[in-house]
């Protein structure tokens, strides 16, 4: 098991070194110089000289791109935000509070309300209440997110005046964000709980179950779902890596300074350490979410652990 | 995967009709019991007639960006039918113009994201294991470690703010699923027996890609290639929306909305339309997918 996520973690770094180089070139391309759009147009060509030394702006696109690596990998450095002068880490975890709070704001609603409409839908397949949770998923994916969001804004805040239009001072705040980041998310986790508990209800030992009399309920809640539990949880912990990364629109949305708004921010100013390192920060995260979820498998189904256990004891004899 | 569908329409047909169909006609025959599908073809084909026409009875010029600032904020009348915008122009001329440019990016983003998912997914898919597959591989997975979205930004903004740069971006940055979608049809077909028959004709392998398997993987790329547009056209207009990408007084649905953000707490009618037609072609679009992917793989329908 240890072997296994230290595989998982040492596959990581190229793609983190390749994800900076990428960056890297496109925000070369990028026109405009970073010293020039913080100094504005007013400054004088020696103060912007003077920034792009200190920012270290001058050099080839090679030279530049190794100092930053070089940097990172030999004294862990990920530089400084070209902006505010802080170093990256102290920047994105500032805001990064912000993303966290909508993220599992919004994890929250799509998990526990998608479940349970997915239950619903498949227990009354074919019915009326499965036909309108199926209209509902389609009409979901089908909404672009800041639309929904400029809709609840104007229902809830605009109309009823029940919760504030934008910020993130309060948790009220995170109540309209969280419902529309998990509207895409929702539809999914409905569409994968009710076919999950379809495959699973066709399966012979809930007919067996059935047959010896266990109560309906029981079958449904501990037969039935507590099989049909595995994809959920991977589209959940999946989710939950693209929506650290996911909510740059909504947050411009409802102004919620997290971590989106700053890669935006960043992407405008060429404040390049910043995106890079947010975007590293994310991609570092969602795969240790999926690596947690994988591993989270083996708790919750026992056959895959017996699984794991007997082929890591075949490999070890292949290997002697 | 078209050849298995094949030999399966022709047990659905003994079962039902005795009269042979084409392998086209079988799809259209499974895809019309579908009502949904049919009802997304139906609104689709609409749309597109709209975006044909619009031209013909609208002028860009007066009819669309003209501003008439004593006409502002005009709620919704019979004369305008979803009401007038902060500088007096009509809303649903606006919004039949719009799906004009919906439809023309989303097409082109698909355009290109699919035609190069269909040369690195081909490549890597027939050279499996070999280091070309390996580097592209591990490519598209650096590609899919960065939020779309974010990617999307940076690299209009790394080329400049233009409707083909949006497509170039937006294509770019849906490439690397497709090119996981070919390679892996690719992979299931290029063991069977038509493949082995080319190579044992000699065929070159790039006729052997483009000419034997990818024809025969078209299915699943349409059937992919339909859902990208209508997702696409959700990241057209959320790309407008934040202001990089088609800007106004163009009328994209997504331009709209992002000139009406200002104005909605006052004049919510000014959000409801633009957002309106996104769902719906969206929504057509998943639809007739849905439907396709049915049609083409009637195994998969549970």
């Known amino acids: 098991m240890v072997k296994f996520i230290i595989k998982r973690l040492l596959m990581l770094?190229?793609?983190?070194?390749?994800?900076?180089?990428?960056?890297?070139?496109?925000?070369?391309?990028?026109?405009?110089?970073?010293?020039?759009?913080?100094?504005?147009?007013?400054?004088?060509?020696e103060a912007v000289e003077t920034l792009r030394q200190q920012l270290g702006l001058n050099g080839g696109f090679f030279e530049r791109y190794f100092n930053y690596i070089g940097n990172i990998i030999l004294h862990g450095d990920f530089g400084f935000s070209y902006r505010t002068k802080n170093p990256v880490f102290d920047e994105i975890f500032i805001r990064f509070s912000?993303?966290?709070?909508?993220?599992?704001?919004?994890?929250?609603?799509?998990?526990?309300?998608?479940?349970?409409?997915?239950?619903?839908?498949?227990?009354?397949?074919?019915?009326?209440t499965d036909n309108i949770i199926t209209a509902i998923t389609l009409i979901l994916t089908s909404m672009p997110d800041f639309w929904l969001g400029l809709m609840l804004i104007i229902l809830f805040s605009v109309k009823l005046g029940v919760l504030p239009i934008s910020g993130a001072t309060s948790w009220q705040h995170f109540i309209l964000p969280g419902f529309t980041a998990a509207a895409n998310y929702l539809a999914n986790t409905i569409r994968m709980s009710r076919s999950s508990m379809l495959e699973v209800s066709r399966m012979d030992y809930i007919r067996t179950a059935r047959a010896k009399g266990v109560p309906e309920r029981d079958v449904i809640f501990k037969h039935i779902f507590k099989n049909a539990l595995m994809p959920i949880v991977t589209l959940v912990g999946v989710n939950m890596g693209w929506q650290?990364?996911?909510?740059?629109?909504?947050?411009?949305?409802?102004?919620?300074?997290?971590?989106?708004?700053?890669?935006?921010?960043?992407?405008?100013?060429?404040?390049?350490?910043?995106?890079?390192?947010c975007v590293m920060f994310i991609a570092t995260l969602s795969s240790i979410i999926n690596l947690a979820t994988d591993i989270l498998y083996a708790y919750i189904d026992p056959r895959l652990r017996a699984k794991f256990v007997t082929t890591k004891k075949k490999a070890v004899k292949s290997n002697g | 995967m078209a050849e298995i569908s094949l030999n399966k329409n022709k047990i659905d047909e003994s079962t039902g009709e005795v009269k042979r169909r084409g392998q086209i006609a079988s799809i259209w025959f499974r895809f019309k019991k579908n009502k949904l599908a049919l009802a997304g073809l139906i609104i689709f084909v609409a749309l597109v007639i709209i975006a044909f026409i619009s031209p013909l009875i609208l002028d860009y010029e007066t009819?669309?960006?003209?501003?008439?600032?004593?006409?502002?904020?005009?709620?919704?009348?019979?004369?305008?039918?979803?009401?007038?915008?902060?500088?007096?122009r009509d809303i649903f001329k606006r919004i039949l113009w719009g799906s004009r440019t919906s439809m023309f990016v989303g097409i082109g983003v698909v355009a290109i994201s699919l035609g190069g998912g269909a040369i690195i997914g081909s490549i890597s898919g027939?050279?499996?294991?070999?280091?070309?597959?390996?580097?592209?591989?591990?490519?598209?997975?650096?590609?899919?470690?960065?939020?779309?979205?974010?990617?999307?930004?940076?690299?209009?903004?790394?080329?400049?703010?233009?409707?083909?740069?949006?497509?170039?971006?937006?294509?770019?940055?849906?490439?690397?699923?497709?090119?996981?979608?070919?390679?892996?049809s690719v992979l299931s077909l290029k063991n069977q027996e038509f493949v082995e028959a080319a190579i044992s004709c000699g065929t070159s392998d790039a006729r052997i890609m483009f000419r034997h398997i990818l024809p025969n993987a078209v299915g699943p790329m349409i059937v992919e290639g339909t859902l990208s547009v209508a997702?696409?056209?959700?990241?057209?207009?959320?790309?407008?929306?934040?202001?990089?990408?088609?800007?106004?007084?163009?009328?994209?649905?997504?331009?709209?909305?992002?000139?009406?953000?200002?104005?909605?707490?006052?004049?919510?009618?000014?959000?409801?339309?633009?957002?309106?037609?996104?769902?719906?072609?969206?929504?057509?679009?998943?639809?007739?997918?849905?439907?396709?992917?049915?049609?083409?793989?009637?195994?998969m329908k549970n």
């Open chain 1, 13 to 45: 770094i190229p793609v983190l070194l390749g994800i900076s180089f990428i960056l890297f070139s496109i925000m070369n391309l990028t026109p405009g110089d970073a010293a020039t759009l913080l100094l504005g147009d007013s400054a004088t060509p």
């Open chain 2, 231 to 299: 997702r696409s056209i959700i990241s057209i207009a959320s790309m407008s929306f934040i202001g990089l990408g088609i800007q106004p007084p163009n009328p994209e649905w997504g331009a709209m909305l992002s000139e009406a953000k200002t104005q909605m707490i006052n004049y919510p009618y000014l959000v409801y339309a633009p957002g309106f037609a996104i769902v719906l072609t969206v929504m057509s679009l998943t639809l007739i997918g849905d439907g396709l992917r049915d049609a083409l793989d009637p195994k």
């Open chain 1, 244 to 277: 650290l990364g996911g909510t740059i629109i909504i947050e411009q949305v409802f102004g919620i300074p997290g971590i989106g708004s700053l890669m935006i921010q960043s992407i405008r100013l060429k404040d390049v350490p910043i995106v890079i390192g």
């Open chain 2, 126 to 184: 027939y050279y499996e294991g070999s280091v070309a597959d390996n580097v592209l591989m591990r490519l598209c997975d650096m590609f899919l470690a960065i939020p779309g979205t974010l990617l999307a930004i940076a690299l209009v903004s790394a080329f400049g703010n233009s409707i083909p740069n949006l497509m170039l971006a937006l294509g770019i940055s849906t490439m690397p699923k497709m090119s996981r979608i070919v390679r892996s």
């Open chain 1, 98 to 128: 912000y993303t966290v709070r909508l993220a599992f704001t919004a994890i929250a609603i799509s998990s526990i309300l998608g479940v349970l409409l997915g239950i619903v839908s498949a227990i009354k397949q074919y019915s009326k």
């Open chain 2, 63 to 88: 009819d669309i960006i003209t501003q008439e600032i004593s006409n502002r904020f005009q709620g919704p009348s019979l004369e305008h039918l979803f009401g007038t915008d902060q500088f007096g």
